[in-house]
């Protein structure tokens, strides 16, 4: 037997989760039952929604298959604004999942029985799926992994170990979270390389003719975000990769924060590695992927070592499987991958150009919006971007923001978002973020703009 079909928009809900119209708020267990209007002040020059909605595709075609935003937090419906740290789940992934331990739950590759073989094909359904989602040449280029801080440290303590020496150059971008800062440090202290930040702008984007004056022919790797987690910056990935590749250097990209704002394609990148995480692209926690060129794949050796990696053992010899499984030990995340199976289907349903069409407006509308509010100051203005707004307050410390917003039910991020590095180019040590997905509305960027601006207009807040 297989796991039925449940990708459709619009598919039943899964025994055990709250049955509701999804237009209408509900109540998660142990939350109040009542919600609250939500606030009536419109952004100054708040534009109307229709104008934010490129033909092909609507927000609320995706909000009606996400359960948890029709729930209230403090009395408010939820306005979730917290995407880069973690975006939220459709039905149809928190359905498969449920449908997998119900009906397929089995260990994978090693069974002779039915639901082994159903795993199995499950598993490996996910992986060309990925493959098919990254426009790479084959599933055999994709390596399960917990996220993209693991497919990193992958990188670095396989390819890295192997490849790396005494006076060796890793370049990384200033803007990098700490997930693509801290594994290059760990593995040049013990291969003796050197890592050298590449600059930004003040506009926060990299700066490229810094970045073209440190490439050497002692750069072995360039690791760079494809969209950065705090300044939303999109850097031109392709053509930082062609010149890193005149010098025999390779490339990793950071892939977390793109994957779910524009379509991705490896090959046309050229890129030598990309790592995202599932749980930032609508699919469960504790999966991501990562792509190697097969070439370097087959080069790379084991990083752990465990079952599922081998062919055969005895105490005078280990044989390894062939990659991507060689890179796979024990038991993956079986479940998450089926998750993740879940989410590109449901995502790839909507058209990909049209989706990233009404974030660019929505991100816009978002700017003008927060532009209105006094003493608010938005981190980064790099032409090419995502909805990601990083911010300050004049007056209020960001998590002072954070938890005067948690109570008019906005979720918003604050601290140092793991990206201390480019915070401080700013001369900052923490800030609030507003992130934004496919499934947010300009009327949600309207009530975190009003809550912001009660919150200045509080004489009690201010200091």
């Known amino acids: 037997m297989t796991i039925p079909d449940l990708t459709a928009r619009g598919a039943g809900v899964a025994p055990g989760l709250p049955v509701s119209d999804p237009g209408l708020p509900v109540s998660a267990p142990g939350l109040p039952t009542s919600a609250a209007e939500p606030p009536t002040t419109a952004a100054p020059g708040a534009g109307s929604l229709p104008q934010l909605q490129p ?46 331990y119900g009906t397929a739950n089995s260990n994978i590759h090693r069974g002779a029985h039915t639901m082994a073989r159903e795993a199995t094909q499950m598993y490996e359904a996910g992986r060309a799926a990925v493959a098919g989602f990254l426009g790479a040449g084959s599933p055999d280029d994709i390596v399960f992994v917990r996220g993209t801080t693991e497919a990193i440290n992958l990188v670095a303590q396989s390819w890295g170990r192997a490849n790396l020496g005494p006076g060796d150059d890793i370049l990384v971008a200033v803007l990098e979270h700490h997930s693509d800062i801290v594994p290059w440090q ?16 003040p ?32 850097p031109p990935v392709k053509e930082m990769t062609a010149l890193a590749h005149r010098y025999g250097a390779k490339v990793l990209v950071d892939g977390a924060q793109a994957v779910a704002h524009f379509p991705v394609d490896v090959t046309d990148l050229d890129a030598d590695f990309y790592a995202f995480s599932g749980h930032k692209l609508f699919a469960p926690t504790g999966i991501g ?24 053992v005895d105490f005078t010899r280990t044989t390894f499987a062939p990659v991507p499984h060689l890179l796979e030990a024990g038991t993956g995340h079986i479940s998450g991958v089926v ?53 300050t307050l004049a007056g209020h410390d960001p998590a002072g923001i954070a938890d005067w917003l948690d109570r008019d039910g906005i979720a918003i991020r604050a601290g140092h978002h793991c ?36 919150l200045q207009e509080a004489p009690e807040t201010a200091g």
């Open 203 to 234: 506009e926060g984007a990299i700066d490229q003719d810094a970045y073209a004056d440190l490439l050497s022919s002692r750069t072995q790797l360039v690791a760079v975000s494809h969209a950065s987690n705090v300044l939303g910056t999109v």
């Open 339 to 391: 998750g993740l199976l879940a989410a590109l289907n449901w995502f790839t349903s909507f058209d990909r150009n049209s989706v990233a069409a009404y974030e660019t407006s929505l991100m816009t509308y978002a700017q003008q919006a927060l532009s209105t509010v006094p003493g608010l100051d938005v981190l980064g203005s790099a032409p090419e971007r995502i909805a990601v707004l990083t911010f």
């Open 289 to 312: 992927a990562l792509y190697a060129k097969p070439e370097i794949l087959e080069s790379m050796g084991p990083w752990q070592g465990g079952g599922n990696m081998i062919e055969s």
């Open 55 to 100: 033909p092909g595709f609507s927000p609320e075609s995706a909000r009606q298959d996400i359960p948890i935003l029709h729930r209230t937090v403090n009395g408010h419906p939820l306005v979730w604004l917290d995407n880069g740290a973690t975006t939220q789940k459709p039905r149809q992934v928190i359905e498969a999942l449920g449908a997998f």
């Open 186 to 201: 760990l593995i040049a202290k013990e291969t003796r390389a050197r890592v050298v930040p590449i600059p930004l702008t």
């Open 419 to 454: 990206a201390q590095p480019a915070l401080a180019h700013y001369g900052l040590e923490s800030a609030a973020r507003a992130s934004l997905a496919l499934y947010n509305t300009s009327e949600e960027v309207d009530q975190l703009v009003a809550s912001l601006r009660r």
